[in-house]
């Protein structure tokens, strides 16, 4: 071999390697859009999934308004649900479990929404009353204006409630003044306030203070049970309250529902 076909060589090693990195590069390159690929395929089948279920879940609650409209019987529009009050779903299950007791007892820590359509519901199967402890003077004026404006004074009402410091096992709470709380025995007690803006696990003095005053049989539900603050609520409840068994809701914010064990 001479020595430019030395050189030939040379150059074409040279080129060879440049190629292969080249190749190498073009490789790595594929499969970084291929990962890119699968993440966005990954992606949109979950924003399908997403999308599935919004449209699953707005067609049940469909079902659900459709349904409270028929248990509620006259009244005119229901008022506005889910954001700040219960969704449809939840306002169906209450409204169909003081149907199926033939009218109940029920206390509501924060008025609203269920409010009005459970004083319906009772008022249309002619028993049963509906209390509601509000600690905001202005949400409590609209519900009440709410409920007289469908006549619905006999059947639902609003305590003026504020939040006062209220000691349990040696923390203090911001709750509904005790003192203001009804001393009726409650067959349905729904917990869906003070806000969780008042303090962190806001809703977590109902049960301690009112378990006494639940009837045998009652109900304890709690709203928007999938958040945060209302699993530590619940989590507390069950290691306080060990008397009750407890059922979780898949509805759209999450439902805990207590009911005292049979024993
Ligand atoms: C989570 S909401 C739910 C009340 C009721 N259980 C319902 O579902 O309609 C609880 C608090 O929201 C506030 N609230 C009442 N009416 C409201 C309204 N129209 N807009 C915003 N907040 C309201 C009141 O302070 C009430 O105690």
């Keep these: 071999m001479g020595p430019s076909d030395r050189m030939l060589l040379i150059e074409l090693t040279e080129r060879l390697k440049e190629l292969s990195e080249a190749v190498a590069g073009l490789r790595e390159a594929q499969d970084g859009l291929g990962r890119r690929l699968d993440a966005i395929e990954a992606d949109a089948k979950a924003d399908r999934k997403a999308a599935k279920q919004t449209a699953r879940t707005a067609y049940a609650q469909v079902e659900d308004l459709l349904a409270l409209y028929r248990l509620t019987g006259p009244g005119g529009p229901l008022p506005r649900m889910r954001g ?18 033939g009218g109940a007892r029920v206390l509501e820590c924060g008025s609203g929404t269920t ?12 028993s049963g009353q509906v209390t509601a402890l509000e600690h905001d003077p202005d949400y409590a004026a609209q519900t009440r204006a709410e409920l007289e404006a469908r006549g619905l004074a006999g059947w639902g009402r ?3 409630a504020p939040l006062t410091d209220v000691d349990l096992g040696g ?23 003070p806000p969780g803006a008042t303090g962190p696990q ?13 009837a045998k049989d009652a109900l304890v539900v709690l709203d ?3 958040r945060p603050d209302e699993r530590a609520i619940a989590a507390r409840w069950h290691d306080a309250h ?19 064990s049979v024993s």
């Design 171 to 193: 923390e203090t709470w911001r709750w509904y003044d005790p003192e203001l709380v009804p001393r009726n025995e409650i067959d349905v007690l729904l917990v869906d306030g």
């Design 224 to 226: 928007d049970a999938d």
């Design 84 to 101: 700040w009050a219960a969704g449809p779903e939840l306002t169906r299950y209450l409204a169909e479990a003081v149907a199926a007791r």
């Design 115 to 126: 409010t009005v359509v459970l004083a319906l519901v009772a008022r249309s199967i002619g």
């Design 242 to 260: 060990p008397d009750f068994t407890a059922e979780h809701l898949g509805h759209e914010r999450g439902t805990l529902i207590l009911r005292r």
């Design 158 to 160: 609003v305590v003026d």
């Design 202 to 214: 806001a809703r977590y003095p109902a049960l301690p203070l009112l378990a006494e005053r639940l």
